[in-house]
């Protein structure tokens, strides 16, 4: 699939962030995707011609927020797809609740259920992230949605990466803050007995430790 972000011009690179931002999630980079979809997905938009086709003014707001117009019918195809699968096979279907406390909760442990495997940690509180698996230290890319908020918040603990893009500055991209409770609960015969020594399996067995005592 084509990637969601366009790069912009670079004469156009502020005005493009600055329009970004305004769909970013606190929560990170996954939840902000989702942001996209939903604001792609439900127009109104603002058309200057009236009669301007529906194709055309989705491109003009993608574009105007740096975003690929391909992509993002692809994920309503594939999401439509999954939709339809479920009702087949008679899954139960929900409605929406994106933004709930249990939303988050069950994104969050869906993510991490799949990609277990791209896990860092900010080691020193100032964004140099380790990854867990390699052991390499990377940054979070200037795309992130930790970087492009203003004013930028302190670089998360824990995070779960989709991709690690090996760069002058080693970027990890589409990044989403974890707790790493979760890393435990989910996938504790990995990060306990998997995961080569290191001080993140040390903190992690320590959080399994507590998490005993208080049982």
């Known amino acids: 699939a084509p990637p969601c972000f366009v790069p912009p011009a670079p004469h156009l690179e502020e005005a493009v962030a600055a329009r970004r931002r305004a769909l970013l999630h606190p929560h990170g980079d996954h939840f902000t995707l989702i942001n996209v979809f939903n604001a792609f997905q439900q127009p109104p938009r603002p058309r200057a011609e009236p009669a301007l086709p529906a194709d055309n003014a989705d491109e003009g ?5 740096g975003l690929s117009g391909e992509a993002l019918r692809l994920a309503g195809i594939v999401r439509a797809e999954l939709l339809e699968v479920m009702q087949r096979i008679e899954l139960p279907v929900s409605p929406p609740a994106f933004g709930t406390d249990s939303n988050l909760l069950n994104l969050q442990r869906a993510l991490i259920s799949g990609y277990f495997l791209k896990v860092a940690r900010d080691i020193d509180g100032s964004g140099n992230y380790v990854m867990l698996t390699h052991k390499h230290v990377a ?3 200037p795309g992130c949605c930790y970087r492009l908020r203003r004013p930028p918040p302190r670089p998360p603990p824990w995070v779960l990466y989709h991709e690690f893009t090996i760069s002058q500055d080693n970027c990890l991209r589409v990044v989403s803050e974890i707790q790493p409770q979760m890393l435990v609960e989910l996938a504790p015969q990995y990060y306990l007995s998997n995961l080569p020594p290191s001080e993140s ?3 992690l067995a320590q959080l399994r430790r507590e998490e005993e005592e208080e049982e």
């Open 61 to 65: 707001w993608c574009r105007k927020h």
């Open 139 to 141: 940054h979070l890319s």
């Open 201 to 203: 399996r040390d903190l």
